[in-house]
């Protein structure tokens, strides 16, 4: 597929086929997020590859997300410090950087390499999804996977056998976004059209309903953030 095609044709896929995808192809998959640009060299992130059905059925349960269980493998991408501390101590060295600000270094690394492998999956007629929902169950992923300290479970992405072709979803104006030469602040007819563009995503027909969903007090991020800071002061991060 033609690059442009690609990014066209990938969108998150909620359905699969119970059917493996040939191990060839997950590893040209992994390639394409082996090659993403990693800051500085230093590769601050990793991922664990789940293809058994029973330990990736577990995990989909554990996280309350179904369709991680139907697809065929599921990458479970981590902030990855430990790493460049064995690195570090191979050669007499240590940390001693803010590993809170490395943590976001490492969210960036990660997140490079997974959409590389999500395009790489698209373009071999494959679907995927990311998987935030991670965060439901940190502290028992860390033990499943055995996660050393230093490692913090961000997110996951499955891939399989698409059984649904879902519609493009709507996305912010393109001038919201990009802001040409220095930052300028939203007018409100702008403001009121991003209601109605990305109203078209949601059940009610309103976003408000998603942003306070995740974003007020007592929603879904606001909930994970106490577990994500007291994992992370337990992994070492903090
Ligand atoms: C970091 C991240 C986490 C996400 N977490 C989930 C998730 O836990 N479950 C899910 O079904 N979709 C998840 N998504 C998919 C988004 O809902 C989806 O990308 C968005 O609605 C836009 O749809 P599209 O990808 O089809 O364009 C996540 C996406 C990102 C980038």
Known sequence: ???????????????????KIPEDDV????????LAPTDATLHLWSAVWIRDDVKKSE?????????????????????DLYRLRELLKYRGRE???????????????????????????????????????????????VSLLKLPDLTYPLFGLVIGVPDEDPPRRPRLPADMLFHREEYRAYREDELKAAYEIMGRVTRSGDWLRILERYAARDGYFDKRSDLMISVMKRLGFM
């Open 59 to 79: 995990i989909a349960k554990l996280i309350g997300q179904p369709h991680v269980e139907e697809g065929s493998d599921f990458f479970i991408f981590l902030a």
């Open 95 to 141: 940390i001693v950087a803010n590993k809170l600000a490395l943590f976001v270094f490492a969210a960036v690394d990660a997140a490079l390499a997974a959409e590389n492998m999500a395009l790489a999956a698209t373009a071999l007629g494959y679907g995927s999804c990311f998987i935030g929902a991670v965060q439901n169950a940190v502290y028992d992923l």
């Open 27 to 34: 590893k040209k998959i992994m390639e394409a997020g082996r």
């Open 1 to 19: 597929m033609e690059f442009f095609e690609v990014v066209n044709r990938r969108r998150s896929v909620r359905r699969f086929k119970r059917v």
